[in-house]
C-alpha cells in the first residue's frame, strides 16, 4: 500500500493525506450519544482553522503547549496546529496527580496550556502554583473569565493552503513534540522527538502493512494518546495508511464501544489482553464439565495448528471448535477484529498464544519513547509470541557485550528536555542505549528478556528474570498481578494479586502450578497476598506499568 511519506514533517503529511482522501472519512467520535464522522477534508480545514487562532494569540515557533484531555479530535487537531506553527506540544495525562503536572510544567518551561474541561484546566492552575504561573489557558469548552475557548478556533473554514505553506518551511529534524515518560522509578524526563522520529516509526512499517492487506479498516482508539504508543501509532501511523480512527467514550465504556463499532484494528497493552483472558478463563471455569472440556480442547488444537502440529482430528474438528468457542470469544471484540496490536510492555509469551489461538493476528512491538517509540514490530506471517519481530525498517539493532539493546536510527530522540547528562547516559556515538536486555534469533527477530536494571542477582550469583517468573506467575488465571523479589537473598518471592473470589488456597495451587515449569533458581519460595497495584494507589502507571521500585518498597518489610 502506497502512503505519502515524502513529506517533511508531521503536519505536512497529515495535510498531505488530506488532499489524497479529501471526503474519506478519517476520525469518528461521539456527540451525544451517537457516532459522528470528520472527513479528511474537515480535518485538514479545522486544524488550518486552529493553527490561524494560534498565530493570532500568539504563539510562537518554539513555545511549550501542555496539553491536558481525552483523545478526540479537537485535541489532535489542536496538537498538529501547533506543530504546523512551529510551537512544541506537550501531551500528558489527565489522571497525572498535582505534583506530576506541576513537574512538567516547572520541567518544560511551560506558560500555555491547553485543557479539554474546566476541571483539568483547574488542577494545571493548582500545579502552576508550584511551577510558574500559567499565561494562557486554553479550555476546550466554557472557559472561565480569564481562560480562552478553544472551539471558536475551528469555525474558520477557508482552505488550508496558507498554513500547508508554513508547515513546509519545518525540517524534519525540528523539535515536533515533549513526550513525559510514564515514570516507573524516578520522575517523568521529557523525551524530545522530531519530526523524522516519527516519520521514520510510520516509514518503518511499510513492509507490515503489505503483509496486512489492509482495506476498510476501523480502529478504535481507548490507550491515552498522551503515551508515546498511541500518541505515534494511533493519531499519524494508522491515519497515514488509511486506517479510521474511531475515539472510544473512555475505557469504562471499552466493551460497550467494541459492540457498537465494531473495529477491526485496536492496539492493547498487555494488562488489558491479562485481564479480558481472566474474565474469559473465569466465565469458563463457571461453566459446566463440558463446556470446560470444548473449550480446553479448541485452544490446545488451535495451539497445534499454529505449530505446525495438528492431527487429522484437529483439522476435521477445527470448523466446529472455532463456531462453537473461539467465535463466541472474538464476538466479545465486536466480531470483526482482526488484528490486535500489543504494545507499552512485556508481553508473557503463554498470553500472546491464547490470543493467536483464538485466531487474531497478534502483532507485538518493542518500543521505547525515545524511539519514536516503534523498535520492533512482528511481519505477518512470521509471528512467533515469544519475539517482538524484527527491527523497522532502516533501524539499525544490535546487541551490547552486556546483553543491552542499541538502537540507531531517524527514530532516535534528540535527548531528555533540559538533561544533559542523562543524555549522555543514554545517546553514545550514534547509539540509543535502551537499558532493556535481549537477544537477536538467527532468523533476525528481536527477544526481549528483563530491563537491565530489574534483573535479578541472587545470593549465590545467579541472575533472574523478573519479568519472565511474573509472566509465568499471571499466566495462571488465579493470579491478576506479581512482582518478583529477591536481590540479594538466597531464593525469591513474590507479591502476588489474586483474580476475584480467589482465597490463599487457590493462591497456593497456583503457585506450585508455575513453579513447575520454572528451573530451580526461579521457583517462587515464598509469597504473599497483596491488594491490587491501581493507578490510584500510584502503584501502576497510567499506560498500566508496575512500578516495581514502588512495590517493593512499599512491601519490604513484609
Known amino acids: 500500500m502506497e502512503f505519502p511519506l515524502n513529506a517533511p514533517n508531521i503536519p505536512s503529511l497529515m495535510f498531505a493525506c488530506a488532499r489524497r482522501w479529501a471526503q474519506k472519512p478519517m476520525l469518528h467520535h461521539n456527540v451525544q450519544g451517537r457516532f459522528v464522522s470528520i472527513s479528511w477534508d474537515d480535518f485538514a480545514r479545522k486544524t488550518a482553522a486552529c493553527a490561524r487562532f494560534f498565530q493570532a494569540l500568539p504563539i ?36 497525572n496527580a498535582i505534583g506530576d503536572h506541576a513537574h512538567i510544567l516547572r520541567d518544560s518551561g511551560a506558560v500555555i496550556a491547553i485543557a479539554s474541561n474546566p476541571g483539568l484546566a483547574g488542577r494545571l492552575r493548582e500545579a502552576a502554583m508550584q511551577a510558574a504561573p500559567i499565561e494562557q489557558m486554553i479550555v476546550l469548552n466554557n ?42 522509578s524516578g520522575p517523568a524526563r521529557g523525551v524530545m522527538l522530531p519530526h523524522k522520529s516519527i516519520l521514520s516509526n510510520i516509514a518503518g512499517v511499510a513492509d507490515v502493512i503489505t503483509a496486512l492487506n489492509l482495506k476498510d479498516e476501523l480502529y478504535l482508539s481507548f490507550l491515552p494518546a498522551s503515551h508515546s504508543f498511541e500518541h505515534t501509532v494511533g493519531q499519524f501511523l494508522f491515519p497515514a495508511v488509511g486506517i479510521e480512527i474511531a475515539y472510544s467514550t473512555g475505557i469504562e465504556h471499552l466493551a460497550e464501544n467494541m459492540q457498537t463499532l465494531r473495529p477491526t484494528v485496536m492496539t492493547v497493552v498487555p494488562r488489558i489482553l491479562e485481564v479480558i483472558r481472566a474474565r474469559i478463563l473465569g466465565q469458563v471455569a463457571r461453566g459446566g464439565a463440558v463446556q470446560q472440556r470444548l473449550f480446553r480442547y479448541a485452544i490446545e488444537s488451535s495451539l497445534r495448528r499454529l ?33 490486535l496490536v500489543s504494545g507499552g510492555a512485556r508481553l508473557p509469551p503463554e498470553l500472546g498464544r491464547f490470543y493467536l489461538a483464538v485466531g487474531f493476528t ?41 546483553g543491552e539493546i542499541l538502537v540507531r536510527g531517524d527514530l532516535v530522540m534528540q535527548g531528555y528536555w533540559n538533561r544533559p547528562e542523562a543524555t549522555a547516559a543514554a545517546l553514545k556515538d550514534g547509539w540509543l542505549y535502551t537499558g532493556d536486555v535481549g537477544v537477536i534469533d538467527p532468523d533476525g527477530q528481536l527477544r526481549i528478556t528483563d530491563r ?20 509465568v506467575l499471571m499466566a495462571e488465571p488465579e493470579i491478576l498481578q506479581a512482582v518478583v523479589m ?12 489474586p483474580a476475584q473470589d480467589m482465597g490463599e ?16 533458581v526461579e521457583r517462587i519460595r515464598r509469597h504473599k497476598m497483596v491488594e491490587a497495584f491501581t493507578i490510584e494507589n500510584g502503584l501502576l502507571t497510567p499506560t498500566q506499568k508496575i512500578r516495581r521500585a514502588l512495590v517493593i518498597e512499599k512491601y519490604k518489610e513484609g
Open 362 to 402: 497478534l502483532l507485538q512491538g518493542y518500543g521505547q519513547t525515545e524511539a519514536g517509540p516503534v523498535i520492533s514490530v512482528h511481519v505477518p506471517p512470521h509471528i512467533r509470541a515469544e519475539t517482538v519481530g524484527p527491527p523497522l525498517l532502516g533501524v539499525d539493532v544490535r546487541i551490547a557485550p552486556d
Open 505 to 520: 488456597r487457590e493462591i497456593d495451587l497456583a503457585v506450585k502450578r508455575a513453579n513447575e515449569r520454572l528451573s530451580s
Open 486 to 497: 529477591g536481590e540479594g537473598a538466597a531464593n525469591l518471592s513474590a507479591l502476588i494479586v
Open 60 to 95: 510562537a515557533p518554539g513555545a511549550r503547549v501542555v496539553m491536558v484531555g481525552e483523545n478526540r479530535p479537537e485535541f489532535l487537531m489542536a496538537e498538529v496546529a501547533l506543530m504546523a506553527i512551529g510551537a512544541v506540544p506537550v501531551p500528558t495525562y489527565t489522571t
Open 452 to 471: 537491565k536494571k530489574d534483573v535479578i542477582v541472587l545470593s549465590g550469583g545467579e541472575n533472574v528474570s523478573p519479568a519472565h517468573v511474573e509472566g
Open 143 to 184: 472557559p472561565g473569565a480569564d481562560e480562552i475557548a478553544l472551539v471558536p478556533a475551528f469555525d474558520d473554514s477557508r482552505p488550508p493552503d496558507d498554513i500547508i505553506a508554513v508547515a513546509a518551511l519545518i525540517p524534519a529534524d525540528r523539535l515536533a513534540c515533549l513526550i513525559y515518560t510514564s515514570g516507573t
Open 307 to 339: 505449530d505446525g502440529q495438528a492431527t487429522v482430528t484437529d483439522r476435521l474438528l477445527h470448523p466446529v471448535m472455532d463456531r462453537l468457542v473461539l467465535q463466541k470469544i472474538r464476538a466479545r471484540f465486536g466480531g470483526r477484529l482482526r488484528i
